[in-house]
């Protein structure tokens, strides 16, 4: 489904329109179901939060500004907020070891859904392949898996400033890279 | 705030894009995000920034592999947002439409749960319907109260419901001048179940409408209240067919 279909969908749904706001579940909860399942790996946990995120939409729908965002990336970020708030909302050190957030730069794209990957996904893997393998995967892990940059430190046995230069280092040169700039 | 040139992580970065990308990426603290989500209402320069290192961002998304929901969690959010999908949504019109008016009362959630417990100690209005029984004592323990809203969370009236009594009072809205033929029908929703009528409502001044009490019975805080238009004699379905203008949570008055 197009962006624009999606946003005309998100439109009914600012009317009240609960049959369009079903089909716009239909279309997008698979992807904002599996963000949070990411964050937040305990089913229940991350059933309730995807409940949280569609009330919130039910709601908000007419705050939704097409010039800002794409319909998906609209929804994608309320989801990957309300999970990251429900993580952050709980004690510390229920997170993924560190090998497993070195396995996660190495997936690659996920084979579902029979997608090719699209234009702009192939060029953000394209700038985060120019970046040091440590500091891709750092930039992964925070934005897969919600852990913050303290987290991110003491997993990988570095200073927190260090932590933060390299992921911020990394982001502005992937910018850089998408801008065709030298980075 | 000011940091040292060197706490960004680089060079030349200001504070501003350093916050902005550590709330896209979603890196920050608890305090840190509570913090952030201060300044994107007020900071527009800080909103522009986010939502650039969100666009940046997004494509990652399709990395994440899609998880289908089980199917009880959207039967919770349509329990939560509406009592039932609308197969053939009516058009508004009417009186109960004109939320410009309702909202002219100026009654905000809390003023409106106020009201709704206040309308609990009215002196009883004429029933709208006389009662099969004699009134029995009032019994506040099973008093409930709700605040109504509108898809968008607005607040748009008040009920009380006595269980003793067997009446439900809403709070003052306005006089129904709607077109003939629709007519208000009060539901309530509990867990997961269909929603239950408890009748066609006239929503005027201060009027209690007779329930019988069997149908008010066991209900408990949580159970959510809605309104729908329906023809007049209420849904033929049993069911709601029309669109729903309000919807809220009871909670123990």
Redesign the interface.
Known sequence: MSAAELAVLLARVAD????A??AF?GRT???L???I??ILPERPEA?DV??EV??TL???A?TFDPA???P??WV??IA??RA??RL??RPVGRHAPVEEAYDLAD????P??G?A??Q??Q??HAALATLEPRHAAA??A???E?????E?ALREGVPV?TL??????G??R??GA?QGEAA | MSLPP?????EG?TALE?EA??FA??????AE?KAAELRLLSDPAFRDAV?R??????????????????A???Q???A???P????A?VKAEGWWHNIGLWRALGLGGTALAGLAAALLVLPAAPLAQAPTEAPAAPTPAAALVATLV????RPLLAAALDAGRGEVRFAPVAAPDGPAGRVPELWVIEGNNPPRSLGVIDIAAGAAHAIPRARLAGLKPGAVLAISIEPVGGSPTGAPTG??IATGALSAA
């Open positions: 009240g329109d609960a049959a706001f079903q579940y909860s698979p992807k179901f599996g963000i399942l990411r059933e995807l409940q569609y009330v039910w709601r908000k007419a800002r965002a794409s998906i990336t994608a970020t990957r907020n990251i708030d952050r909302a997936d690659g794209p996920a579902d859904a997608l990957l699209s702009e996904a060029r953000l930039i992964r925070c934005y897969f919600g852990v913050t940059y303290d991110l400033g933060k230069s390299w992921v911020r280092r982001l502005i992937m910018r998408l | 060197d706490s960004h992580g680089l970065l350093a990308m550590d990426l979603g890196a920050g603290s608890r995000r939502a290192w969100q666009a940046l961002l997004s494509p990652l998304d399709h990395d994440t592999p899609e998880q289908a929901p089980p009880a969690v959207w919770a959010i349509a939560d947002v509406t039932a999908p609308l197969k949504p509108d898809g968008e969370g669109p729903v």
